[in-house]
């Protein structure tokens, strides 16, 4: 037989029962802010690590990486977690994937877009990017073209971009009439330039910035109008973070930029890739 209580009755067990469900959160919603907790405890942080100067570069010989998204990333682990840092080699197709089955905790220089921003956390920028498009200035296919990605755009025009990246993305939505070339590195997207295999080259601005002013004498760069994307670059962190654990990142990522401690490291990112591409002037 069913029990029947007082409305007044009633209202305190519902009440007991809201708070109840309440309580069964607690445990849930103070498990988020584990993270950095459980790097602490574990000893190491992960960094992901996919090469793109000036952000990641590795050495070939050495397997050890530098670039200013790798200098953060290890005085973030160093000083402030006060934990060994690992970089773990991967590429652009799979940075976003590596973040979400944890195999590493943080990823490296990573533009923010709404569609990562479904598959994970972004920390402030560190940086500004923009997609920019380098071409041989003797290239009869570009005569007379401006700064729009139409002017390029035609067809038996090839334009390379390093596969997964925001900028595959970018120039896949732009380009109507010519053919992408989807390589998995900046060395295979540079040398298919330079072997003129391919027309454009597609990348972010400083990136390409960088390759121009070590290749001065055939090199041109285009920064579309419009723009292809604005975007700032960050690290990407799983989702479950908590707004605690972000915020000790993003004030870590704020102070230095507001100090131009991230702009020195830039330029010293920029001064070993260019001592590095002397030998190919």
């Known amino acids: 037989m069913a029990r029947f209580f007082p409305r007044s009755i009633r209202n305190v067990i519902a009440s007991a029962a809201a708070v109840g469900a309440l309580l069964a959160q607690v445990p849930a919603q103070a498990a988020e802010t584990q993270i950095w907790k459980d790097i602490q405890k574990a000893g190491v942080l992960r960094c992901g ?26 005085d973030f682990g160093e000083k402030v977690l006060k934990v060994k840092v690992e970089f773990v080699d991967t590429s652009w197709d799979n940075i976003v994937a590596g973040v979400q089955s944890n195999k590493w905790d943080m990823a490296m220089a990573l533009n923010q877009t709404p569609e990562r921003a479904l598959a994970l956390a972004f920390s402030v920028p560190a940086t500004e990017y923009q997609v920019s498009l380098l071409v041989n200035k003797d290239n009869p296919k570009f005569a007379g073209a401006g700064n729009s990605v139409a002017d390029y755009d035609k067809e038996g025009v090839t334009f390379a971009v390093m596969s997964g990246t925001a900028g595959d993305k970018l120039i896949s939505a732009a380009v109507k009439n010519g053919k992408i070339m989807r390589l998995p590195g ?45 975007q700032g670059v960050s690290f990407g ?18 102070q230095r930029r507001e100090t131009g401690e991230i702009d020195a490291l830039i330029d010293k990112a920029s001064a070993e890739v260019n001592a590095a591409a002397k030998p190919a002037q």
């Open 49 to 74: 690590a996919a090469v793109a100067a000036p952000y990641v570069m590795r050495d070939a010989a050495s397997g050890q990486y530098s670039g200013y998204f790798v200098d953060l990333c290890r």
């Open 186 to 230: 900046m060395d295979e997207t540079r040398m298919a330039v330079m072997s003129r295999r391919a027309d454009v080259l597609v990348d972010a601005n400083d990136t390409n910035h960088l390759f121009a002013l070590a290749n001065p004498g055939w090199t041109k760069e285009v920064l579309p109008e419009p723009a292809l994307a604005k």
């Open 237 to 254: 962190l799983r989702r479950d973070i908590s707004p605690a654990d972000l915020q000790v990142l993003n004030i870590y990522l704020t």
